[in-house]
């Protein structure tokens, strides 16, 4: 007889109300929205006061924990916050054995704690957040002052979801490890590249210093020798000696039309401007400067913007038979967008017309972590657009205050009417980030005012400039109005909460995969005030 199969227990009551709500609350999350719903889901199943996720850090920082996303009702816990697992806290079990499941006792058995001491927490359940192999990369804890006793099914279902929390933190993982090798990349590019523009700045002044000066020497001589002959001198002998300084004047221009290609000069010194204005003087075709950055961009950006428009203006002259060009640069939600366009015929992006000059534009601009498109329909004029991330280059050229990102609230926008108005006279960064500027500004200095969206906003006069290290900030440097109207402690909390929430980024931008922030790191204060300046532009 065939044997009969035994059904599957059907899921109880309280398995299928948490499958439910934790399926339910976190659908169409990912990422760290999906941690926060299901934290926040979890609390309100079992009605904790604390529910967090913390990730194992990754080496040289084994052993500490990083809160990524937090619930708590009447407990302070902030995500960002890094604390060293020890044997005084339950979740050093949870590490060990993968769980841990106390309805009551914690107090007794935790009692250094700080949590569970200072806000009575007397039950605990940690379930821990399975990676790649045998690897743990976190866990998820639930504290409360009232028992937490889940069965068996419900703790099957919190296992389920523990291993997605565990697959989204490891795509944190990949994407922060893609963007190391990325930073990598460009920074290699960036050596290479610097490398190259400083060899060819050298050959152009080495040229202009040496060859160049001697063929004009050798034309003022040839000049000087003729006078010097008279008029008595063998016609067939004049012929040479006028045929010779032509000779000299056509080489002296060839050099000097070739240093310029080489490295524009006045760019390094005077910016993208002031070389764009001297290659529009040169065109035999009006070229036509629509807008430029308010700032300097970094200097790779610079020459590569400076050789778009050559390259486009030559172009638009041999080829496309144009009576017209146009270049802009502008800077805009960290990416610099340069265009070159002309009224000619067309049909430079046809298949095989991509020529030596554009290839190496191409080559250039993706160098740079960029990209190149040519907009070239025939009988229609061609447009030549590069797009360039700033970030990877940022330079000592014009140091700036920045307020603000696309997903703050309006609160950039708060800060930067504050500055505007005058009662916001004071900011607080890390010295680190100075650095990358060229070093802290002078008192004295104007900086502009940048939004995200890169546009001037308003321009400040340093009046102060002192670095501090974050511990050492207290009220001989600040008062609650320097910061928002809100206390010291507070605000402490806050910009810990902040750089601990953002420091794979910092960590990528500063070159130090191990960086974190800790109460020793330098701050720059900066004090100023607000003054006026035409470039300026109000809010939209």
Not at 221 to 249: S, Y
């Amino acid at each position: 007889m065939p044997t009969a199969e035994v059904p599957e227990d059907p899921p109880t009551v309280r398995e299928r109300d948490l499958l439910r709500r934790l399926a339910g609350g976190t659908a169409g999350y990912v990422g760290d929205a999906f941690l926060r719903a299901m934290v926040r889901h979890l609390a309100a199943a079992f009605g904790a006061e604390l529910a967090f996720i913390g990730e194992h850090l990754p080496a040289p920082a084994e052993g500490r924990v990083r809160v990524l996303a937090r619930w708590q009702n009447g407990v302070e816990m902030d995500e960002g916050y890094e604390f060293d697992i020890d044997d005084t806290m339950p979740c050093a079990v949870v590490v060990r054995d993968g769980l841990l499941v106390l309805p009551a006792g914690t107090t007794d058995l935790y009692p250094d704690d700080r949590y569970v001491r200072d806000f009575g927490l007397d039950s605990y359940l940690g379930v821990s957040l399975p990676g790649a192999g045998d690897e743990q990369v976190g866990y998820v804890a639930l504290m409360s002052s009232q028992p937490i006793e889940p069965d068996g099914d419900e703790l099957a279902v919190l296992r389920i979801f523990a291993a997605r929390a565990g697959a989204e933190i490891e795509r944190r993982r990949h994407a922060t490890a893609l963007r190391a090798r990325d930073a990598e990349v460009a920074a290699a590019r960036a050596r290479v590249l610097d490398a190259a523009d400083g060899e060819r700045q050298r050959i152009g002044r080495d040229l202009h210093d040496g060859a160049q000066q001697r063929i004009v020497a050798l034309g003022h001589l040839i000049g000087i020798a003729r006078r010097k002959l008279g008029d008595d001198l063998d016609p067939v002998a004049l012929e040479l000696l006028e045929r010779a300084q032509e000779e000299a004047k056509l080489a002296t221009d060839e050099l000097r039309e070739l240093a310029r290609g080489l490295h524009p000069a006045g760019l390094t010194e005077k910016g993208l401007g002031s070389a764009l204005e001297a290659l529009a003087a040169r065109s035999p075709i009006p070229l036509h400067i629509d807008v430029l950055p308010d700032r300097r961009l970094p200097a790779p950006v610079e020459l590569t913007a400076f050789y778009l428009a050559s390259e486009g203006l030559t172009n638009a002259v041999k080829h496309a038979q144009a009576d017209c060009a146009r270049v802009s640069a502008t800077s805009l939600l960290g990416e610099a967008v340069i265009t070159l366009s002309d009224d000619g015929r067309g049909g430079a992006d046809a298949p095989g017309v991509d020529g030596s000059g554009l290839a190496g534009l191409r080559d250039r601009v993706a160098a740079l972590g960029g990209e190149l498109s040519v907009d070239s329909p025939l009988g229609k004029g061609t447009t030549l657009k590069a797009v360039i991330p700033l970030a990877p280059w940022r330079s000592a050229h014009e140091p700036f205050l920045e307020f603000g990102h696309p997903d703050d609230g309006g609160r950039g926008e708060r800060n930067i009417q504050a500055v505007i108005g005058g009662s916001k006279t004071l900011s607080v960064t890390l010295a680190r980030e100075w650095e990358l500027e060229g070093g802290a500004p002078r008192v004295g200095q104007r900086l502009p005012v940048m939004d995200h969206l890169g546009r001037r906003r308003a321009t400040v006069e340093v009046t102060g400039v002192a670095s501090v290290p974050f511990m050492d900030i207290n009220d001989d440097w600040l008062d609650p109005d320097d910061v928002g109207g809100t206390d010291l402690e507070s605000w402490r909390s806050d910009r810990r909460s902040f750089y601990a929430t953002i420091r794979d980024e910092l960590a990528l931008l500063f070159g130090e995969p191990g960086w974190q922030f800790t109460d020793e790191e330098p701050m720059q204060l900066l004090w100023y005030k607000a003054v006026a300046d035409a470039r300026d532009e109000p809010a939209a």
